[in-house]
T-cell receptor, first 114, second 113 residues
Framework: NAGVTQTPKFQVLKTGQSMTLQCAQDMNHEYMSWYRQDPGMGLRLIHY???????DQGEVPNGYNVSRSTTEDFPLRLLSAAPSQTSVYFCASRPGTDNTGELFFGEGSRLTVL | AQSVTQLDSHVSVSEGTPVLLRCNYSSSYSPSLFWYVQHPNKGLQLLLK??????LVKGINGFEAEFKKSETSFHLTKPSAHMSDAAEYFC???????????FGTGTRLKVLA
């Protein structure tokens, strides 16, 4: 059982480049989300989705795009990378749509923007 | 609006002594509360959760937390620390009817031999 899989695990970009962080889950979870983790700031929500075709913004959405064409996949796109987007990114999913469910996390993607 | 405050950014304990990691929350509705643990260079793992059932919640690896509505607290405890408990711990709140989980800034636990 793979759970939540993120790729790539590490990436170095130059300012202005674009890229996509991939997230896939095999648990048939309706809810998926992206967080960024920065030292001393905990995890902050970037975007989330409650099902295929439905996405919404979190706390820090600027500079990021998402789409949800299937239940399994929730890619995060950086349109024009900036050094401020250097961070560790986590994808998380949960079953159902109520707030009592635990989040299941991927192992993270470490992104450096030069 | 939801918010979470973890009162200590770093906690050091000796192996075999009790652990206390403090968390206060703010919530407009009936919250669900969680504690997650993150070992170095790893993803986050659920320790325990409170979802309006028993106020004393037991989790994995001997951890437990007590929901105190009057104090708006959800502190994490363990009677006896083990070296493998060294990690970063996050308190998380989620309000009924929202899709957002709000994380605290984390407490790094160091366990001394």
């Amino acid at each position: 059982n793979a759970g939540v899989t993120q790729t790539p695990k590490f990436q170095v970009l130059k300012t202005g480049q674009s890229m996509t962080l991939q997230c896939a889950q095999d648990m048939n979870h309706e809810y998926m989300s992206w967080y960024r983790q920065d030292p001393g700031m905990g995890l902050r929500l970037i975007h989330y989705s409650v099902g295929a075709g439905i996405t919404d913004q979190g706390e820090v959405p600027n500079g990021y795009n998402v789409s949800r064409s299937t239940t399994e996949d929730f890619p995060l796109r950086l349109l024009s990378a900036a050094p401020s987007q250097t961070s560790v990114y986590f994808c998380a999913s949960r079953p159902g749509t109520d707030n009592t469910g635990e989040l299941f996390f991927g192992e993270g993607s470490r992104l450096t923007v030069l | 609006a939801q918010s979470v405050t973890q009162l200590d950014s770093h906690v050091s304990v000796s192996e075999g002594t009790p652990v206390l990691l403090r968390c206060n929350y703010s919530s407009s509705y009936s919250p669900s509360l969680f504690w997650y643990v993150q070992h170095p260079n790893k993803g986050l793992q659920l320790l325990l959760k409170y979802t309006s059932a028993a106020t004393l919640v037991k989790g994995i690896n001997g951890f437990e937390a007590e929901f105190k509505k009057s104090e708006t607290s959800f502190h994490l405890t363990k009677p006896s620390a083990h070296m493998s408990d060294a990690a970063e711990y996050f308190c998380v709140v989620s309000d009924t009817g929202t899709y957002k989980y709000i994380f605290g800034t984390g407490t790094r636990l160091k366990v001394l031999a």
